[in-house]
């Protein structure tokens, strides 16, 4: 199972990076309503911050930006329910088989390699920003002379008159 593959299936709501339960069951390979089953046995374990489930708005919202088969196959009434990266790791617990483990090991790490690649972005982005600040000011120098440069030949082709090059009528003294 390649990290990439569970990354696509890790989506950002409420402010926090989620799973839905029907990508989770597929990545578990069991039905979804067997993972909810074993969710709503285990109710205890899955506190607010570990899992809730999605109301109408979030999921049409979902759904228009992402393109899956599975609308088709979940009734309209049954709202997906979504697992924080705490919520998936108790998934494991729930399920107890040995693919389970595994899959949730690797879910696990396809969330930290996310949160790496956030702080990499956060690190970049704010040395960027540094960069411009120290040498923006030393370049709008630089641009106004351009500037000023361009409209100075600017001007001074439109105040030359050009002799005329080609053929010349009789009409013209030469």
Known sequence: MELLTIQNKIYELRGQKIMLDFDLAELYE????????????NIDIFPDDFMFQLTAKEWDSMLSQIVMT??????????PLAFTEHGVTMLANVLKSKKARQTSITVVR??????????????????????????????????????YLLQKDKQDTEQTERKRIGYKSNEEPV
């Open 30 to 41: 069991v039905e979804t309503r067997v993972l909810n089953q074993a969710v709503k046995r």
């Open 110 to 147: 396809a969330f930290i390699a996310l949160k790496q690649f956030a702080l990499n972005y956060k690190e970049i982005s704010n040395a960027l920003k540094e960069l411009e600040n120290k040498y923006n000011k030393q370049f709008k120098d630089v641009y106004e002379a351009i500037n």
């Open 70 to 79: 599975y609308p088709i196959k979940r009734p309209k009434a049954a709202l």
